[in-house]
């Protein structure tokens, strides 16, 4: 085993070290979280009820928009220093996002039909530029997979990576400056009309969801090193020829 | 509220946290098989692991006494090549 190997075992370790005590306080915080959403939150005088989707989806799109920069800043560890382990790091959590940003544009639509009366509204700024951002990131894999040498594919996935994650918080400002149609502006001025136990809800769901972002980034790494370990093992075991590695948009640190 | 108003929210309000949570499903599901199948390969290479033949310097019954002179090929494999180097 080489020394290269050795650190990457240490790698694996960290990622899974602390991840059972990690994903249990996750449980905890977004399931308090969502319950004082449900019962002790008060009501939104205008939207009654169907409000309470805010505790769910503005949590989820702060911590996909997050995920999105967090692999940006990642994809600069990785040009900086070559190491293929911050592409993984980056990797994963632009994957993560994707997913997440799914359930962000689901729950948002399902949010505009209670509220506005209709799934989608293509002259909301707000709405079409989240889109924007996720079909944006929806190319990611795509190009990573377009690429076969793994060095390449790891550099220009990298490049990727840092420019679309300039471009989230560039987004973000541009549309808070934009005319909002319907979606509205919670967070725009100093009094968001949020009451105490309100934002007190509002802060816990995202720090629960905070905690589900970061325990599932974990889970991946932990389980990717694993899988790279598995492979490091069949090659010693039963040669080099035993098995060609099938082409992935997935990064290895072999 | 009136009360068919407030079962519309709240059939909306299921709907969303229920869609969280179905990604959230999928998503553990897919980590699932992932690790469903590390554990197969992990099996497949405990089994080659087993038919693969005793080394002759681990297994003096095959006839293969410890030479010291033997060089790099006994090393424990974990050595920094500073150390190898160091030893000529």
């Given at each position: 085993?080489?020394?290269?190997?050795?650190s990457?075992?240490?790698?694996?370790?960290s990622?899974?070290?602390?991840?059972p005590?990690?994903?249990?306080a996750?449980?905890?915080?977004?399931?308090?979280?969502?319950?004082?959403?449900?019962?002790?939150?008060?009501?939104?005088?205008?939207?009654?009820?169907?409000?309470?989707?805010?505790y769910?989806?503005?949590p989820?799109?702060?911590?996909?928009?997050?995920?999105?920069?967090?692999?940006?800043?990642f994809a600069?560890?990785?040009l900086?220093t070559?190491?293929?382990?911050?592409?993984?790091?980056?990797?994963?959590?632009?994957?993560?996002?994707?997913?997440?940003?799914?359930?962000?544009?689901?729950?948002?639509?399902?949010w505009?039909?209670?509220?506005?009366g209709?799934?989608?509204?293509?002259k909301?700024?707000?709405?079409?530029?989240?889109?924007v951002?996720?079909?944006?990131?929806?190319?990611?894999?795509p190009?990573r997979?377009?690429?076969?040498d793994?060095e390449?594919?790891?550099?220009?996935?990298?490049?990727?990576?840092i420019t679309?994650?300039?471009?989230?918080?560039?987004?973000?400002?541009a549309?808070?400056?934009?005319?909002p149609?319907i979606?509205p502006?919670?967070?725009?001025?100093?009094?968001?009309?949020?009451?105490?136990?309100?934002?007190?809800?509002?802060?816990?769901?995202?720090t629960?969801?905070?905690?589900?972002?970061?325990?599932?980034w974990?889970?991946?790494m932990a389980?990717?090193?694993a899988?790279?370990?598995?492979?490091?093992?069949?090659?010693a075991?039963?040669?080099?020829?035993?098995?060609?590695?099938?082409?992935?948009?997935?990064p290895?640190v072999? | 509220?009136?009360?068919?108003?407030?079962?519309?929210?709240?059939k909306?309000?299921?709907?969303?946290?229920?869609?969280?949570?179905?990604?959230?499903?999928?998503?553990?599901?897919?980590?699932?098989s992932?690790?469903?199948?590390?554990e197969?390969?992990?099996?497949?290479?405990?089994?080659l692991?087993e038919?693969?033949?005793?080394?002759?310097?681990?297994?003096?019954?095959?006839?293969?006494?410890?030479?010291?002179?033997?060089?790099?090929?006994r090393?424990?494999v974990?050595?920094?090549?500073?150390?190898?180097?160091t030893?000529?």
């Open positions: 085993m080489t020394s290269s190997t050795n990457s075992s240490r790698g694996s370790d990622y899974g070290r602390g991840l005590f990690l994903a249990a996750a449980c905890v915080v977004l399931t308090a979280g969502f319950g004082l959403a449900v019962f002790y939150a008060p009501s939104d005088l205008d939207q009654g009820l169907i409000q309470k989707i805010f769910l989806h503005v989820l799109a702060i911590v996909t928009l997050g995920g999105f920069v967090a692999g940006g800043v600069i560890g990785h900086r070559g190491d293929r382990r911050w592409d993984v790091r980056s990797y994963v959590s632009i994957h993560l996002s994707l997913v997440l940003g799914v359930a962000v544009l689901l729950t948002g639509a399902i505009a039909r209670a509220s506005w209709i799934w989608w509204e293509w909301e700024p707000t709405l079409v530029s989240f889109l951002v996720f079909l944006l990131y929806a190319t990611y894999q190009l997979f377009s690429i076969e793994p390449r594919q790891g550099r220009y996935a990298s490049v990727f990576a679309a994650g300039a471009f989230v918080p560039l987004n973000f400002m549309v808070r400056m934009a005319e149609l979606h502006r919670v967070f725009a001025a100093a009094d968001s009309g949020l009451e105490g136990s309100m934002w007190l809800t509002f802060l816990v769901c995202l629960g969801m905070a905690l589900l972002f970061v325990t599932l974990k889970y991946e389980s990717k090193h899988a790279q370990q598995l492979r490091a093992l069949r090659r075991l039963a040669g080099e020829e035993s098995r060609a590695e099938s082409r992935s948009a997935a290895s072999s | 509220m009136p009360a068919q108003e407030l079962s519309e929210a709240g909306y309000l299921a709907g969303a946290f229920g869609v969280f949570l179905v990604l959230l499903l999928i998503y553990i599901a897919i980590m699932a992932k690790l469903s199948r590390m197969r390969e992990l099996g497949e290479l405990g089994e692991a038919r693969r033949p005793p080394r002759a310097a681990d297994d003096p019954a095959a006839g293969g006494e410890r030479d010291e002179t033997a060089g790099d090929e090393e424990p974990s050595a920094p090549r500073s150390s190898r180097e030893v000529k």
